[in-house]
């Protein structure tokens, strides 16, 4: 329940050396739901405890910090949690409140934020970031420095920020994890997704993606040409939506590899 001691409060290291952990809980739900293992056979998700600051905004680091709430630097969620603030924001969206979303980018190639969640659940390659209706997603920042567990408030600066410097990749691959319930690598049709479904609606609220890097979509299914799994490896960018200062690489589609408009 809300509240709980045993809330991300389990551990992944024992005397130095990571643990096997199952992949489920005891409902065969992922076993790591909140950036860190909670105690006891069950997992809680928390996506009610998402929220942003003051201004409507949330914040997302690769490995995340604090409760992983989302509403500081201080408490950052980390990249396996990076749908869900989304998904938080979006909610948020249609109320008609500022929704922006930041994510830290790195100088090292390794941190790639990769998809783990399905647009449609019946399709098993459509892992994607599904961006809703209303939100803004604002990449390449740099997240700043912790001295002894406490924020340095030296991240996070509109005249720093650098996409091209602090990438924030956004992948259509899908990894395994530790405690995730995905057990091989599966290739998204697409790297984001405005709006949800398969991403050709019209969107009513426009939502915003900038600077940020789109890779490793591959939109060529067999279904025949015109099918959305055949279009827009990095997205498919339907009216509403819109891409700014991002890099779009490294994808592949029947039309439009990069982006389809």
């Keep these: 329940i809300a509240g709980s001691s045993c809330i991300n409060k389990g551990t992944e290291v ?6 096997d952990l199952p992949s489920t809980d005891m409902d065969y739900t992922n076993r790591i739901k909140d950036c860190t293992v909670d105690i006891g056979a069950y997992e809680r998700d928390n996506e009610d405890t998402t929220t942003p600051d003051g201004n409507g905004v949330y914040y ?6 604090g409760n992983a709430s989302a509403n500081s630097p201080e408490n950052a969620a980390c990249a396996d949690k990076l749908q869900t603030v989304l998904n938080a924001a979006g909610e948020r969206a249609a109320k008609e409140q500022t929704a922006i979303v930041k994510i830290a980018g790195y100088e090292d190639a390794n941190f790639v934020y990769h998809a783990n969640t399905l647009s449609d659940p019946d399709n098993p390659q459509s892992y994607t970031f599904v961006v809703p209706e209303g939100v803004t997603v604002m990449g390449g920042y740099f997240e700043g420095t912790f001295t002894y567990g406490k924020y340095n408030d030296d991240g996070w600066s509109e005249e720093d920020r650098d996409a091209m410097t602090y990438r924030t990749v956004l992948s259509a691959e899908a990894v395994p994890t530790q405690g995730s319930t995905i057990t091989q690598n599966v290739i998204g049709y697409h790297a984001v997704t405005f709006g949800g479904g398969d991403g ?3 969107l009513t609220k426009g939502a915003t993606i900038d600077g940020v890097w789109l890779v490793d979509g591959s939109a060529t299914s067999l279904a025949g040409q015109g099918n959305p799994a055949t279009r827009g490896g990095g997205a498919i960018v339907p009216a509403g ?5 991002c890099v779009v690489t490294g994808n592949a589609a029947v039309d439009g590899g990069g982006l389809y408009l």
Excluded: C, E, Y
Aim: charged letters at 15%.
């Design 241 to 245: 939506g819109h891409v700014r200062n």
């Design 14 to 19: 024992v005397d130095g050396k990571i643990l």
């Design 60 to 65: 997302v680091t690769f490995t995340g910090f």
């Design 200 to 202: 050709t609606s019209a």
